[in-house]
């Protein structure tokens, strides 16, 4: 902890190091187990589609974590609480998978209530780390702290997938479960060693009143009546929705009009988390260590960036094979990582400044919209895709996905704009009084 009251660089990278677990464990049941699932299963791939589905729609429950947070004056107890409930779910799940053998509905049964522990606690675990770090995280460092954490957990989510992977052959029920309860429980030992303490000494820290607690009800009324929260809500759901409608089409899309083979398809994937690496960290080196711009102008930056990237991956659709389709996704991941980034740098600048109280909450609301997005989004562009496909060529129908993509970014960077100007605005005006 640095003498300001403010999380010092050790502390914010060791919150960097909750982020990296949370991502260790769900990773496990986004990829391992689905894996298992459709293929040494044999189990419709709808069934961990729903699951997974499942964990996300459970996360509107974040604005209540981020609540309770802010109610009884300490998030870290709710960090490792949530980390704690999503490693039982986990573990609950794995455990699920040689059930399916014997008794598909009990199986079934089991892994609804892991999947839902799964949302629990990321909702839980998540929203108030990131509360913590709106209001422990000096003003200036936002956009780094940003950055580390969500690097880290992408680290974890790649160290996790190639350790789990190299560990899990020969594949067996019992070492799929060691492998799972292993990862779990170094997962919420290593958060409880990184959050030790940390709240200690921060100013910013949530105070509980002596006045009567108020209710979940009108903590979230009031949230809403901000027109700079509400109206950010809006932009979380609509970039996040553009974000994620790509994520199920962008390889069938290689493979159907370019030729790809499957190896060549599955490396684009590996090419457009390259692409969103180097714009985190881009982000985070220009405003924090150069400041270069601000986060307002990064995020615009990102969204019509993102934009332009998904008109040229649709115009090349139209040249077909032969096409520099991968420098597209590698500049589609860039300019995502670049407004993600700083489209969270800026949810902690609105969170931390004049939330009274309420920056769980707050964060929680838009945590909850991300995650709804992330659902919604997907689905959303696969079914649009297989629709389309029924009336046009497979170029013009994935193109009219990405299209649209595009001018779901366009409207994001719009109102982006004007909310974290608003924001910006607000804080002079106060700074001037």
């Known amino acids: 902890m640095s003498n300001s009251g403010y999380l010092s660089w050790i ?163 019992s070492r799929l479960l060691v492998i799972v309860a292993c990862v779990g429980l170094g997962a919420v030992a290593l958060t409880s060693m990184a959050t030790w303490r940390i709240e200690a000494g921060v100013h910013a820290a949530p105070r509980p009143s002596s006045r009567a607690k108020p209710r979940f009800r009108d903590a979230l009324r009031d949230v809403w009546a901000d027109d700079a929260a509400r109206r950010f809500t809006v932009f979380v759901f609509l970039s996040m929705t553009a974000f994620f409608m790509q994520e199920l089409i962008l390889e ?12 060549e398809s599955t490396s684009l994937s590996g090419a457009q988390n390259g692409g969103v690496f180097l714009g985190m960290l881009s982000v985070g080196i220009a405003v924090t260590g150069l400041r270069i711009g601000s986060l307002r102008g990064w995020v615009v930056a990102g969204c019509l960036g993102s934009a332009v990237s998904l008109g040229v991956i649709f115009a090349m659709g139209q040249v077909g094979p032969g096409a520099p389709l991968i420098w597209a996704v590698v500049a589609l991941g860039f300019f995502n990582g670049m407004f993600a980034v700083a489209a969270i740098g800026a949810m902690m600048e609105l969170a931390g400044e004049h939330a009274g109280g309420q920056e769980g909450t707050r964060m929680g609301l838009w945590g909850a919209a991300q995650a709804i997005a992330a659902g919604v989004g997907g689905l959303l562009g696969a079914a649009a895709a297989d629709a389309f496909r029924s009336a046009m060529s497979d170029a013009n129908a994935f193109g009219a996905v990405f299209l649209a993509e595009a001018a779901l970014f366009v409207a994001a960077a719009i109102l982006a704009a004007q909310v974290i100007h608003e924001t910006r605005r607000d804080t002079h005006v106060v700074a001037g009084e």
């Open 11 to 173: 502390g914010i990278v060791r919150l960097g190091l909750v982020q990296m677990c949370l991502g260790s464990i769900v990773v496990l049941t986004t990829s391992t187990l689905n894996r298992l699932m459709v293929v040494e299963l044999a189990l419709p791939a709808i069934l961990p589609g729903v699951l997974v589905g499942l964990h996300y729609g459970i996360q509107i429950s974040r604005p209540h974590w981020g609540f309770l947070s802010d109610a009884t004056g300490q998030r870290t107890p709710w960090v490792i609480g949530g980390m704690a409930i999503l490693a039982f779910g986990a573990l609950g799940a794995a455990f699920c998978i040689p059930l399916f053998g014997e008794s598909f509905w009990l199986a079934l049964f089991l892994s609804v209530l892991s999947y839902t522990a799964i949302g629990v606690g990321v909702g839980a675990s998540g929203t108030s780390l990131l509360a913590l770090l709106a209001t422990a995280t000096a003003p200036r460092r936002r956009a780094a702290a940003a950055t580390i954490t969500w690097l880290m957990m992408i680290a974890g989510i790649a160290i996790t997938a190639a350790s789990v992977g190299a560990m899990l052959d020969p594949y067996s029920p």
């Open 252 to 263: 069938p899309y290689a493979g159907l009009v370019f030729g790809f083979t499957p190896g």
